[in-house]
């Protein structure tokens, strides 16, 4: 059976990247964009910008709900209650569904961004709110989750649909996490070394962890930081490489 995967990446977090045209420049190379709705980053106009790229370039469209902390970009985990967690999601897909429609087009999935998702992928309490949040938006949406985590499970005990994720551009750690952006060799920005770890984690369910070891990973989509550095080169590197590996690129 031909392996099939998404690759994803964010739109929609710096207006002077969607001003210059970068973003125009890696939509070409995606099959599903994650767009900022106003939490960790965006506004009505930028994720307006974002969806008519989506639908002129045929990329699927996500929301990318994160913590509403814009100065630390959504990175720094709050201390929020599962109530407050599930009305700020809420608000924010709500926000993007309903400006999609206004311009006949579909929200396909949700993934949280930054220090939201981290938490959502060992804290269940985080998770749960998550869910209720998104299947009081709409229930068919697909919620994006770190590949091996717990909030999959969360999530689908919950009656949603979800996808597990891996990363082009990120070092694992041998137990499956990622590894910190602490450390160094963090981000992968070598574009022939990012394909590389797309085509063993969608072809051969594994990724090489900073140790040599490999790390066991079943992964529906693969994700690219629109931030890393060589971002637009990494994702064409990502996307011809499977391409020529016989791997089909199609959304979750």
């Given amino acids: 059976m031909k ?3 998404d690759i994803n990446s964010d739109l929609g977090e710096r207006p002077e990247a969607l001003a210059n045209g970068s973003e125009e420049e890696l939509i070409w190379h995606i ?5 900022a709705c106003g939490g960790h980053a965006g506004d009505a106009q930028t994720m307006m910008k974002a969806i008519e790229l989506c639908a002129k ?5 996500g929301a990318h709900p994160g913590y509403p902390d814009r100065e630390n970009f959504g990175r720094v985990e709050m201390n929020l209650s599962a109530q407050e967690i599930e009305l700020s999601v809420l608000a924010q897909v709500r926000t993007l569904v309903d400006l999609a429609q206004s311009v006949s087009c579909t929200v396909r999935h949700v993934k949280p961004h930054g220090a939201l ?4 992928a060992s804290n269940p309490a985080t998770a749960r709110a998550i869910a209720r949040a998104v299947c009081g938006v709409d229930k068919s949406l697909i919620l994006i989750g770190l590949a091996g985590s717990r909030m999959l499970e969360v999530w689908k005990n919950q009656g949603c649909h979800a996808a597990a994720e891996a990363f082009a551009d990120r070092r694992y750690e041998p137990d499956g996490s990622l590894r910190s952006r ?3 060799d963090a981000l992968i920005t070598d574009p022939a070394d990012a394909a590389l770890q797309a ?3 969608a072809r051969d369910g594994y990724a090489v962890a900073a140790d040599g070891a490999r790390v066991p990973i079943d992964a529906r ?3 690219i930081h629109s931030d890393t550095p060589n971002a637009i080169a990494i994702a064409g590197a990502v996307r011809d490489r499977l391409l020529r590996e016989g791997v089909k690129i199609a959304p979750p």
Wanted: net charge positive; no cysteine.
């Fill in 221 to 223: 989509t693969l994700s």
């Fill in 117 to 120: 998702y981290n938490s959502a």
């Fill in 3 to 5: 392996k099939i995967i």
């Fill in 182 to 184: 602490a450390f160094a």
């Fill in 57 to 61: 370039y045929g990329v699927a469209i």
């Fill in 31 to 35: 099959s599903s964009a994650n767009i």
């Fill in 199 to 201: 085509v063993q984690i």
